[in-house]
């Protein structure tokens, strides 16, 4: 197998694009950059690196796996995407990547907040992502209690050890296991894996997909809090977690996720959001980062406070 090359102009685009903001922000943890270093600082953009990952089918966008390698060079408005694929990765990356997002009008969409504007300016050009639903779902159930450099560390084992690998060109890529490979596991092999007490949890969620007792892309088009409840039916997952499905796989661009980080901007910034319950303080904190579009708002916060933004 041999990939496929092109370019894509972001010039094309409504909006700025960072492609290192946008994958190493802690959002996705499905990418891995060629040359080792992803999430190895806590603050980054405007980086040339490549990355790379292998996409399973995604219905409307790829019938196929596709092993996908992308680099950003220039800068975040005149610069452009180049990829190397085994298939045509222009809709891919326009839908992994949210390529076909106006961000100046999402941006501009959202409140006039002091400390909102210093984020959006600290990392101008990143998007949401808009990973496949079943390994997000892993991934950030394996996300409690740990740093982003942990959480991904997990994905690429649980990729090196149980998924497909894919040949191209003389390198070997591994794909995010499927729900029958992950299913067909034990909790001890997991757990050497050093997933932890989220061992059973990885193991039970993926049995319950493989069996077809639930998918998380059953949440999709739910009303938003319903889609919340539709995704708390997965062992080990809560409303945390059922937020970060929801904005960073399913395209509901208004879920807030409560982490540690959008906890403290809202006592030390927001303290009128706070009202004690996850689904009030959750609702509170939506409608002041302007309902809409308040996960992107959230992304820039997370990612700039996490980074030492004040």
């Known amino acids: ?40 600082t806590m603050s980054v953009h405007g980086g040339d690196a490549w990355y790379e990952t292998v996409v399973p089918p995604i219905p409307g966008v790829s019938e196929e796996s596709v092993a996908v390698r992308v680099r950003q060079t220039g800068d975040e408005r005149a610069g452009r995407l180049e990829w190397e694929a085994t298939a045509d990765a222009v809709p891919i990356l326009t839908h992994l990547l949210r390529l076909d997002d106006d961000l100046d009008a999402i941006l501009d969409a959202t409140p006039d907040d002091p400390l909102l504007d210093r984020a959006y300016d600290a990392y101008e050009g990143m998007r949401l992502v808009r990973d496949p639903a079943f390994p997000c779902l892993i991934s950030f159930i394996c996300s409690a209690q740990m740093r982003v450099s942990r959480i991904h560390g997990m994905q690429m ?11 191209v060109d003389g ?3 591994h794909a995010f296991p499927t729900p029958e490979r992950l299913a067909a ?5 997991l757990r050497d894996l050093s997933l932890g007490y989220r061992a059973p949890y990885v193991q039970r969620t993926a049995e319950m997909v493989a069996d077809g007792e639930a998918h998380p892309d ?10 919340r ?31 540690t980080w959008i906890r403290s ?27 809409t579009y308040a996960g992107y708002a959230q992304t820039y916060l997370f990612y700039y406070l996490r980074a030492g933004g004040e």
């Open 1 to 40: 197998m041999e990939f496929e090359t092109g370019t894509i102009p972001l010039s094309d685009l409504d909006g700025a694009f960072d492609l290192q903001a946008t994958l190493e922000s802690g959002q996705s943890y499905l990418w891995d950059r060629a040359d080792g270093r992803m999430y190895e």
């Open 157 to 167: 084992r649980l990729a090196r050890e149980y998924g497909e690998s894919v040949a």
């Open 171 to 173: 390198e070997t890529f």
């Open 185 to 189: 596991r034990t909790e001890a092999e």
């Open 218 to 227: 059953e949440a999709a088009g739910l009303p938003y809090e319903e889609a």
């Open 229 to 259: 409840e539709s995704l708390r039916r997965f062992v080990g997952v809560g409303d945390k977690v059922s937020d970060c499905v929801l904005l960073f796989s399913l395209g509901y661009l208004e879920a807030v996720p409560l982490d």
């Open 265 to 291: 901007a809202i006592e030390e910034h927001y303290p009128d959001c706070e009202k004690g319950s996850y689904a009030d303080t959750s609702r509170a904190i939506r409608d002041r980062l302007g309902g």
